[in-house]
């Protein structure tokens, strides 16, 4: 009786779980709520192994490539260089829910400092500006501009969450500033929503049809459930609606609208722009910055109309209005307009009927052999057949956007000719 007496009742042991947990150190709780035994698998020896993602991953990127490739094949696809694009952050007191691991203020800050970088790097002669929403009302914390880094530190300096969303006047923000944008520009507006709600001081639906008359194509990433006024936003607008489902889903879901999107073809209008390619001044001069309006030495560019100084390109000169720019930026713009063809799967069993297949990668050279001296997954450029591992695959279309088997076979034979 007495130890019955003394044990605790099942609401005790609960208890004492909890404070358990709450005592525990933050890098422990990281651990703790991994769930890291569910990357575990069992092979066939019946050891536990941790699961290899790499196939999974290449499996994923390949069904979006072979997406991209029927799209292209089904219809004229014509494509912005120069984009405008708002990124519409919600930061009401839904995006301090913690259903995304540590809260979804903290997902949306980390996964859009990796898309900015990475939108530059594919864009680099668009523009990025940064809005946010909270206590009902919509907030312009960076104007159009080509500075990575300005609008990244300017989000970290404003993630705080509060009152409710408004998605008319996010839209009212967004279609003033894009409404001064020239007609060769795209204009879009990503919009990363965590409410469920949306708190309007007017017709939202008015708004929209406002934003389809503009020619504003409006995405939005859902971080709870789906919505129809997001739903019908898209598809008014052109742009693409989904909801993430975990943090990896959610970066994948944003790392998509960094290439440009296809261009309607009634929007789609060709023009000649001005464009100057400044020269980067002496290390020794000083000068006004217009940049910052302030007096620097050393570094920066200067304008070839103008004479005034600047930090950075691409960006808009503020006395004359030429967009100042530098050759590269304009050659990894092409890179869109003629994408690489999508490489042949190998099986494994290709690779032991075959022998004419190498056992290492053209790219990086490394061996295509898997344990035990087996062919693993590859694939083939359909051009030049040179074979190519996984990872070489993913970079080659990704970041490269050029077959290094096609360049160097095009390379030898100029110096044969030669």
């Given at each position: 009786m007495n130890n019955a007496a003394e044990r605790p009742l099942n609401g005790d042991v609960e208890e004492e779980d909890d404070d358990d947990d709450a005592d525990l150190e933050a890098w422990e709780r990281t651990y703790a709520e991994d769930r890291?035994?569910?990357a575990l698998q069992e092979d066939e020896s019946g050891l536990l192994r941790p699961i290899d993602t790499t196939a999974i991953y290449h499996a994923?990127?390949?069904?979006?490539?072979?997406?991209?490739?029927a799209t292209a094949a089904t219809a004229r696809?014509?494509?912005g260089l120069i984009r405008y694009l708002y990124i519409v952050v919600d930061l009401s007191k839904a995006a301090s829910e913690r259903d995304f691991r540590p809260s979804r203020m903290a997902v949306i800050g980390k996964q859009v400092e990796v898309f900015i970088r990475e939108f530059f790097d594919q864009n680099p002669l668009s523009h990025v500006g940064l809005v946010t929403i909270k206590d009902g009302i919509a907030n312009c914390i960076t104007e159009l501009g080509g500075s990575p880094e300005s609008h990244i530190n300017a989000l970290m300096g404003k993630l705080e969450c509060s009152g409710d969303a408004s998605l008319q006047n996010a839209l009212d923000l967004v279609l003033g500033c894009l409404n001064q944008i020239p007609s060769y520009g795209h204009r879009e507006a990503l919009i990363l929503y965590s409410a469920l709600s949306t708190c309007d001081p007017g017709d939202l639906m008015e708004t929209i049809q406002k934003c389809k008359k503009s020619k504003i194509r409006c995405s939005v990433i859902g971080l709870a459930a789906?919505?129809?006024?997001?739903k019908h936003l898209c598809q008014e607008t052109g742009g693409t609606y989904s909801v993430a489902l975990d943090e990896s889903h959610f970066k994948e879901l944003i790392l998509e609208h960094a290439p440009p999107p296809p261009a309607i073809a009634e929007y789609a209008t060709a023009n000649l722009i001005k464009m100057g390619f400044p020269q980067r001044s002496a290390e020794g001069s000083v000068a006004i910055c217009t940049c910052h309006e302030e007096a620097k030495a050393g570094g920066g560019y200067t304008c070839p109309r103008c004479k005034v100084r600047v930090c950075e390109l691409p960006t808009e000169c503020r006395i004359c209005g030429l967009t100042l720019i530098s050759s590269p930026h304009l050659a990894r713009s092409y890179h869109h307009l003629f994408p690489i063809v999508m490489f042949d799967e190998v099986s494994p069993s290709q690779n032991d009927s075959s022998r004419?297949?190498?056992n290492t990668c053209f790219g990086c050279q490394e061996s295509l052999l898997s344990q035990g001296n087996k062919p693993g997954l590859s694939v083939v450029c359909p051009k030049c057949k040179q074979q190519f591992c996984l990872d070489c695959d993913i970079y080659i279309h990704e970041s490269l956007h050029?077959?290094?088997?096609?360049?160097?076979s095009r390379h030898s034979k100029s110096v044969t000719a030669s």
């Open positions: 890291s035994w569910e994923q990127y390949r069904r979006r490539l072979r997406n991209l490739a696809i014509q494509k789906e919505m129809f006024v997001c004419s297949f190498p050029n077959c290094p088997g096609c360049e160097s």
